[in-house]
């Protein structure tokens, strides 16, 4: 079992940033690839980001391609997504996952979820 506990969303103003952590604990966290997905009122939850159980490689939404960057400390078991230059389009709860399997933007294919924190952008 791998607990996921995000923190860092609020309330800010479009052109913002905002930095989401999301610490783990349990199972050896170097040992899953980490997501962020997000999820608004009446939609279905949507890749964010994600980054390899190294680090070395990090993908990303086209949506949020160059203003979020994905980091994570493996010696400090946590991932984090800077979100600069917000959109009021980015509101959603955002969610950290582990994944132990092969890459995937699917949120079907995370084995681990965090209870979420919600971003909300005013324009």
């Known amino acids: 079992q791998v607990q996921l506990v995000e923190s860092g969303g609020g309330l800010v103003q479009a052109g913002g940033s905002l930095r989401l952590s999301c610490a783990a604990s349990g199972r050896t966290f170097s040992n899953y690839a980490m997501g962020w997905f997000r999820q608004a009122p009446g939609k279905e939850r949507e890749f964010v980001a994600r980054?390899?159980?190294?680090?070395?490689?990090?993908y990303y939404a086209d949506s949020v391609k160059g203003r979020f960057t994905i980091s994570r400390d493996n010696a400090k078991n946590t991932v984090y997504l800077q979100m600069n230059s917000l959109k009021p389009e980015d509101t959603a709860a955002y969610y950290c996952?582990?994944?132990?399997?092969?890459?995937?933007?699917?949120?079907?294919?995370?084995?681990?979820w965090g209870q979420g924190t919600q971003v909300t952008v005013s324009s």
């Open positions: 980054i390899a159980r190294s680090g070395g490689l990090t």
């Open positions: 996952a582990a994944q132990i399997g092969l890459y995937s933007r699917d949120y079907r294919k995370y084995d681990y």
